[in-house]
């Protein structure tokens, strides 16, 4: 009895000492926003969003001040932003709270992924110049200026990019590192894409094509042309055939979208063959979001127990990785599916439409 009562005791002050946690986690989760200030001695323009909400009533362009480098700092005058699948979920809460802010959003400057032009350095810089075009990854990129740490995620930018593609360039991280350290994808192997004319699988479908792998693309009827112009050995339009059903095996299967069962997809694994857990659909949060999420963790688990593996990863913004990037990008091998481009007036457009969950390519926000 004493146990019990003890163990009924510890529980319960657990659960007073998160609910307390919770409470000052959440009324102390500020930001800048209220802060009185004077109009900016140098403005620019920035898109800001103080609350969690939709795009046309958070969003708003304003003018702020322009940063000013210190001596380990790149200032980068950006030319264009492309959004990542996480930016609509971002912008609407959600269990991104625990990441961005409970109450209020933190970094109150979305995007993250820019290209530009370097317009200074600091004195300890001499990575870059004055003048060099350049592409990365940076929180609060939706701003005319931005500064970049001389050991941040930037790299120069190949002279055959625009601006626009160069920006969508950091989106390949996650393709790259999932079939590359997750997938082990190698020559030769048959590899399919699910959710493949979306921003990550357009990359996934030429980094998979580029290791030498059959790759294998699904999408809807409307993206087939796009998936078979990306290199796509097979095409399958997942509203005329359900690929779990097919009598094809692959070695890898790279999932943006979640939307099979553990055993459908453990099916068409030869054995011992992977399935990259790589998204749960498109961006924004949907009535199937939640039950995709408790699927990746279910699929993840219960491989521990087979020979075929369903694996999470996590992405790191590494400057080697954009460089990989960079010279595939260079030699033509990966070619940014740019379908939508938006000026900064139209960021609230360029969001609801990323939060429609069925975003074609990449979307690029342009600062001219």
């Known amino acids: 009895m004493k146990i ?35 109009p900016p001695a140098h403005p620019m323009k920035a898109i800001r969003y103080c609350e969690y909400g939709s795009p046309d009533d958070v969003l708003k362009l304003q003018e702020v001040e322009k940063p000013i480098p210190n001596d380990d700092q790149i200032l980068v005058h950006v030319r264009a932003v ?18 961005f802010g409970l109450r209020k959003p933190r970094n109150t400057c979305p995007g993250s992924d820019f290209s530009g032009t ?89 980094i998979a094509k580029a290791f030498g792998a059959e790759v294998t693309g ?37 999932d943006l979208v979640n939307n099979h069962s553990f055993a459908e997809r453990r099916r068409v694994l030869k054995p011992g063959g992977i399935c990259v857990l790589a998204g749960i659909g498109g961006s924004g949060i949907h009535e199937e979001t939640l039950s995709r999420v ?5 699929a993840s688990f219960r491989s521990r127990f087979v020979r075929e593996k369903f694996v999470t990863f996590g992405v790191s913004f590494s400057t080697k990785d954009l460089g990989i990037l960079r010279d595939l990008a260079e030699s033509g091998k990966v070619v940014p599916a740019v379908t939508k481009t938006y000026s900064l007036t139209e960021t609230s457009a360029a969001y609801k439409y990323l939060q429609t ?12």
């Open 294 to 298: 408790v699927g990746v963790f279910t």
């Open 357 to 368: 969950g069925h975003a074609r390519g990449k979307l690029v926000i342009t600062m001219d």
């Open 82 to 99: 492309s959004l990542r699948f996480f930016d609509g979920g971002m912008l609407q809460g959600g269990v991104g709270r625990l990441i």
């Open 4 to 38: 019990k009562r003890v163990l009924k005791w510890t529980f319960g002050l657990l659960l007073l000492a998160l609910f307390i946690w919770f409470e000052v986690a959440y009324w102390t989760s500020s930001n800048n926003c209220d802060s009185k200030t004077g």
């Open 118 to 206: 370097v317009e200074a350095v600091g004195r300890n810089v001499t990575e870059f110049q004055p003048g060099e075009e350049v592409f990365g990854v940076r929180a609060g990129a939706l701003a005319q200026y931005i500064c970049v740490r001389r050991n941040g995620a930037m790299v120069s930018k190949p002279n055959n990019l625009s601006f626009e593609q160069a920006a969508s360039v950091p989106t390949a991280l996650v393709a790259l590192q999932g079939l590359r350290d997750t997938g082990h994808v190698k020559a030769g192997q048959k590899v399919l894409i699910n959710g493949a004319s979306g921003g990550v699988g357009t990359f996934a479908v030429q």
């Open 218 to 254: 699904v999408c809807s009827t409307g993206n087939v042309d796009l998936v078979k112009s990306l290199g796509a050995d097979h095409v399958i339009d997942y509203t005329k055939e359900d690929y779990t059903k097919g009598d094809q095996r692959y070695d890898v299967i790279y």
